[in-house]
């Protein structure tokens, strides 16, 4: 394959593109994509060493544990089933979230210009799929990497919510290295900086007995809003005529609703009623209409003549000659 393409790919990566790369043996090959330009935006490179012929079972490394991508797995890699090959990685700076015999990198994730790139060192994933040894979580694994390569912001390495619960507001942090501290801006406009709490999951906050309103919470490089209490758009949130009223009583409109049947569309003069027998009525405005259309050619009939008697004149006269 031409050299290009694969500097065409990293390129696409660094620009904002996802990669997937299962790798086996064949990586570190004569021909194989470390030996490539694809090799500047791997987030890990191979070594000689392979494991081969002896099952392993993968693991969550500290920190896959606390990854958004592998962390909904914690509480299940003790009962994976496991993978018969390996090769060796080394990583360059990516984060290793699962690791396999000898605590080998097996799953790295990494930030590469506005791209993200991710590397598998095995290709018996499908062990799972068919419970070769055991199963494992490999559609819910491998659907959660594409999300994150594809930057998700849920999957991001720390998030941040808050959201309202009666007259209370609550905000969490969760991933690699959650938020410790959070500024909050009430209805009243005023600023409070905050500590966290820390928990097992990540870090967290509650404030109770607070205003009703709009909050802003904002932590590291994140911000997010959250109503509290009973706000005038969630009084009541069931399709009513009544806030309408006034304006479709001062515009001669309807309100209708679709479970009545949807309504007919026709068109009416300026000053007819729109709403007769319950259709929808598009007055005709004549804002544009086609009064008439004129041509006018590009070069006038008489110059046309006059050109073309030209040119016979002076042919007549040549051959005369």
Known sequence: MSPTYFENLAAHVRDGGGLLVV??????????????????????????????????????????????????FRDQAASWGQWGHQIGLASDGGSVLMEGRGAK???????????????????????????VAGAGPRDELLRRTAHWLMQEPELDEVTLTASGRGRALDVTSRGVEPVSTVEIQGPDERRRVLPMTPDDDGSSLTLTDISEGLYTVAGGDRTRFAIVGNAAEFADVRPRRDPLAATTEASGGLVRFLKDGIPGVRRVSVGANATAGGDVGV????????????????????????LAAFVLTLGWWRERG
């Open 23 to 72: 790798a086996g043996d064949e990586l570190n090959a004569p021909d194989g994509l470390a030996r490539t330009a694809l090799a500047s935006v791997l987030p890990a490179r191979p070594l000689p060493d392979t494991d081969t012929g002896i099952p392993f079972r993968p693991g969550l490394s500290a920190l896959g544990t606390r990854h958004p991508v592998t962390r909904p």
């Open 283 to 306: 007055r005709r405005r004549d804002a544009g209409a086609l009064l008439a259309i004129e041509r006018t050619p590009l070069v006038p009939a008489w110059l046309l003549m006059g």
């Open 105 to 131: 990198p097996l799953l790295i994730l990494d930030r590469v210009g506005d791209g993200r790139v991710g590397m598998i060192g095995s290709t018996d994933i499908w062990w799972w799929a068919r419970a």
